[in-house]
């Protein structure tokens, strides 16, 4: 599958460290939206999103320890990126911690 202009102007973003790029194409990875769909990839990008403290991308790295897609199934780090979602008032990192409370 051909790469489309989209994903090569947010790869271009992405790459020059724009949160909200890496965000969004960790969203293209993650839904085969231009490229090849691909977990782990999602993850790459969301994670380098996250790390610089983009609220979705935390949350979303949550669920995908949460859930072992892309990653090892991990409910240490899962908490901690809802952690860190829900204390920027992500409502539904917050959701997720009290489900895992329970």
Known sequence: MKKDLYVLNKL????AGSASAQYNLGGCYANGDGVVKDS??????FRKAAEQGH???QWIL???YDRGE????????AV???????EQGN????????????
């Open 12 to 15: 271009k973003d992405a790459q």
């Open 40 to 45: 782990a990839k999602a993850v790459e990008w």
């Open 55 to 57: 609220v979705g991308a």
């Open 62 to 64: 949550g669920r995908y």
């Open 70 to 77: 892309g990653v090892a199934k991990d409910s240490v780090k």
């Open 80 to 86: 901690g990126w809802y952690r860190k979602a829900a």
């Open 91 to 102: 409502e539904d990192a917050q959701r997720e911690l009290k489900q895992l409370e329970k």
